[in-house]
């Protein structure tokens, strides 16, 4: 930090007088400093501030001495004071030989006074710390100062009860400190006044008790202990801020560390100050929590509310909304987890709206951007008060904000008059959250998968299969929402998994089930031995479906990986799968389902056909007629591509329903109209779209070739696309039950037409 700014605080004192001035309103400075002092150098600081406390002392001295003239306490209170003095006084004829009289008084043993602090004080110094030392001197000094004025009782007026109070009770507290600071070897400003003030509190209640003393002695005494402890005779200095102009560079917490009390109206000028100037509240907020440990929560008020002054001066900016930082053993201003991961949210779709060039998804993207800043203005609402209205003005003024860049958005969107928003997903598999209006339902599967589960006395294992690429995934995901509340569907990707082993598979699948069902993670670490994690498996099963109206649907997909783990060891594999077939066919509660391309009668050592043989199988395949010219021609109603009859029914013929190659024509075929603005779809378009979403790498063609078909497979399909007929029976039944190939009267053809052309095309370039 550089030393212009107002914030910033000297590790060294200049001199003398501001490392008094650091004993009185810096002691973190002072302890900070004395420990980086060795001896030599700590006596020497102390002699040269000796000096200036010898001077406070007479100054403090006199002023006390001028106290009593004005009060004429001698007269007043002469059971108070020795007669010599009272002789004197009274026979004094002005105030200057009244002064001279009390002085001389005094003066006889200053030096004592002087000498004793300075003796005192050397060994506090070689003891604890030079700040330990000062502050020992100091009240030295004033103790014997004050006996010597010989006001041996609290006088009963505000003066006299304040000047004893002072002393006796700093005077008996110190000693209470400098036995803890022996013990531990620290020293604070907090310490010094917790322990001085209670310390003194005690020490006067008792010595007025033990002389005597009356019920006003002990309420003066505990009218010093709230005096000293907080501070109060500083306070109405402070109050006087009220009536004059803070900001966060000039405040009474810049030159003060030790203010107890909250200063009226304070607070809130100052939060109001850092939402106008969040810079240099950040830096104010550092500053209180480094050298101001008494104002560590409202250093969160200023936090606070110059984040949400950051937010206000950025908007739309995603950059800007940072979350603010809570000091450690302030929990009570922290936000819920659901608070910052709204604001995280919130960010990545501003980024993901800003970034986008389509504007017709960028519209899209920017009123998804708008409904999290909504949710966000509610759940703030529901936040702390302690801190939460700072945000509420700089939510709305995004909003606002955004309601005219959302105008403009639409605005953009009508002069670039795009034909229709492209709503097809040529890539991933469809999300309930975003592509629901495009999934086809399967109907047929999902309602032969309720009667088998709601019907099954014991319960079987469901397999899902069809090619790749045709949505068996995409079934997946909506089968929450297709199922209902009967449900609770836990999905779970075999190609996701992290640790490749049996026990990985088992401990992440439990941490999948306990997320699924809000259950607190348990970080479970299933066991090596198959047959052990299984056993575990089940009883954990058992215990979280136990009464619950609904059953457990777990789901794998790509469930040959499973298949990969277990070969490794055919043995304890066959075990796994009996151990699992037996718990299936146990209960009724949870469900085994399993989703892929192959058939369980083809997986090998161990044979899962032989386990599995109740097996229900659920096959997915192309989309039929209806449902393909549907997602062709009108996949949402506010679709606005127009093809002929006869063009949708080729798309069909060539694709013959298969979901993923439609899609992704589908997808640039509405590319194609937005580029030249025109609607009206033809084979012209349709060829264009083939040349662009046709190649090599398209997937569920090229994953066919190179992964699904086996040597003689291959041999089988470059025979029929020649129009050989293939002789490799085994080649052709498998061909033929996974639907690669169909039936043409007594000869074979592929099933896809697009199939064909790719394989002339690129089958010869895979190696």
């Known amino acids: 930090m550089e030393t212009t700014s107002p914030f910033y605080k000297p590790s060294v004192p200049k001199n003398s007088f501001e490392l008094l001035k650091w004993l009185f309103f810096e002691p973190l400075l002072l302890d900070r400093f004395s420990k980086t002092l060795d001896r030599k150098n700590a006596v020497k600081w102390f002699f040269n501030t000796y000096l200036l406390i010898i001077l406070l002392s007479i100054i403090l001295f006199t002023f006390y001495i001028f106290i009593a003239i004005i009060l004429d306490l001698p007269h007043n209170y002469q059971e108070l004071f020795p007669d010599s003095l009272i002789l004197k006084w009274d026979k004094a004829n002005n105030?200057?030989?009244?002064?001279?009289?009390?002085?001389?008084?005094?003066?006889?043993?200053?030096?004592?006074?002087?000498?004793?602090?300075?003796?005192?004080?050397?060994?506090?110094?070689?003891?604890?710390?030079?700040?330990?030392?000062?502050?020992?001197?100091?009240?030295?000094?004033?103790?014997?100062?004050?006996?010597?004025?010989?006001?041996?009782?609290?006088?009963?007026?505000?003066?006299?009860?304040?000047?004893?109070?002072?002393?006796?009770?700093?005077?008996?507290?110190?000693?209470?400190?400098?036995?803890?600071?022996?013990?531990?070897?620290?020293?604070?400003?907090?310490?010094?006044g917790l322990v001085g003030g209670l310390g003194g509190c005690l020490f006067v209640a008792f010595l007025m008790l033990g002389l005597g003393g009356t019920l006003e002695g002990g309420l003066q005494a505990s009218l010093f202990f709230f005096l000293s402890y907080f501070r109060i005779y500083m306070y109405p200095i402070y109050l006087l801020s009220i009536f004059q102009s803070v900001n966060l560079k000039q405040n009474p917490y810049i030159n003060d560390s030790i203010i107890w009390l909250p200063i009226p109206f304070l607070k809130s000028r100052l939060a109001e100050s850092a939402y106008e100037d969040p810079d240099s509240a950040f830096e104010f907020v550092d500053f209180l929590l480094e050298y101001r440990p008494l104002q560590r929560s409202f250093a969160m008020h200023i936090s606070h509310s110059a984040t949400a002054g950051q937010w206000d001066k950025n908007v739309l900016k995603a950059d800007a909304l940072i979350i603010p930082q809570i000091a450690v053993k302030q929990e009570k201003f922290l936000p819920s987890q659901n608070w910052t991961a709204k604001i995280e949210a919130i960010k990545a779709q501003l980024v993901a709206s800003q970034k986008e060039n389509n504007i017709g998804i960028r519209k899209k993207s920017f009123e998804d951007f708008m409904r999290l800043l909504k949710e966000l203005r509610d759940l703030t609402l529901r936040e702390s008060p302690l801190w939460n209205k700072y945000y509420l003005p700089a939510i709305e003024k995004w909003l606002d904000v955004a309601i005219g860049?959302?105008?403009?958005?639409?605005?953009?969107?009508?002069?670039?008059?795009?034909?229709?928003?492209?709503?097809?997903?040529?890539?991933?598999?469809?999300?309930?959250?975003?592509?629901?209006?495009?999934?086809?339902?399967?109907?047929?599967?999902?309602?032969?998968?309720?009667?088998?589960?709601?019907?099954?006395?014991?319960?079987?294992?469901?397999?899902?299969?069809?090619?790749?690429?045709?949505?068996?995934?995409?079934?997946?995901?909506?089968?929450?929402?297709?199922?209902?509340?009967?449900?609770?569907?836990v999905k779970f990707d075999m190609q996701g998994l992290i640790e490749h082993t049996v026990s990985g598979w088992f401990s992440e699948l439990r941490g999948a089930i306990n997320k699924e069902l809000s259950l607190p993670p348990d970080n479970y670490k299933a066991p090596e031995q198959w047959l052990k994690a299984c056993s575990e498996l089940k009883e954990f099963l058992e215990h979280v479906s136990k009464e619950k109206d609904y059953k457990l649907v777990i789901a794998f997909d790509e469930y040959e990986d499973i298949h990969k783990l277990i070969s490794k060891d055919p043995e304890q594999g066959a075990q796994l799968l009996g151990a699992m077939r037996s718990f299936s066919q146990s209960q009724n509660y949870v469900v085994f389902l399993f989703a892929g391309t192959r058939l369980f009668s083809e997986l090998r050592d161990p044979n899962w056909n032989e386990y599995f043989v109740q097996t229900v199988t659920l096959k997915v395949d192309y989309l039929k007629y209806d449902e393909a010219i549907k997602l062709i021609t009108k996949p949402v109603e506010d679709f606005n591509l127009k093809y002929p009859p006869e063009l949708a029914n080729h798309m069909y013929e060539i694709t013959q329903g298969h979901p993923a190659l439609l899609q992704a024509i589908c997808s640039e075929m509405v590319d194609i109209a937005n580029r030249a603005l025109n609607g009206n779809m033809t084979f012209a378009n349709l060829d264009e779209a083939l040349a662009k979403s046709i190649d090599r790498s398209t997937h569920a063609m090229s994953v066919f070739w190179s992964q699904f078909c086996t040597d003689s497979d291959k041999e089988t399909v470059l025979k029929i696309i020649k129009g050989n007929p293939p002789s490799d029976k085994v080649s052709i039944a498998r061909l033929l039950e996974h639907g690669f190939i169909a039936k043409d009267g007594d000869k074979l053809k592929m099933r896809v037409p697009l199939f064909e052309l790719w394989l002339k095309e690129y089958a010869e370039t895979f190696f």
């Open 405 to 489: 860049e959302l105008e403009s958005l639409k605005l953009k969107l009508q002069s670039a008059m795009p034909i229709t928003a492209n709503v097809y997903r040529s890539g991933d598999a469809l999300n309930p959250k975003s592509d629901s209006r495009v999934f086809m339902e399967r109907d047929d599967v999902k309602d032969e998968f309720i009667t088998k589960v709601m019907t099954a006395v014991a319960m079987p294992m469901f397999l899902i299969r069809g090619q790749r690429r045709v949505g068996k995934t995409s079934l997946l995901n909506f089968l929450p929402e297709r199922l209902g509340a009967r449900f609770k569907i």
């Open 95 to 192: 105030y200057t030989e009244k002064f001279f009289s009390f002085f001389k008084h005094g003066f006889r043993v200053l030096p004592y006074s002087l000498l004793s602090g300075l003796f005192f004080g050397l060994a506090g110094t070689f003891v604890v710390s030079l700040g330990a030392g000062l502050i020992i001197s100091l009240i030295i000094d004033l103790i014997i100062g004050f006996l010597i004025s010989y006001s041996g009782g609290l006088v009963p007026v505000l003066t006299g009860a304040l000047t004893t109070g002072v002393v006796l009770g700093i005077g008996s507290g110190i000693v209470l400190f400098m036995i803890l600071n022996l013990i531990d070897g620290s020293i604070s400003g907090f310490k010094i």
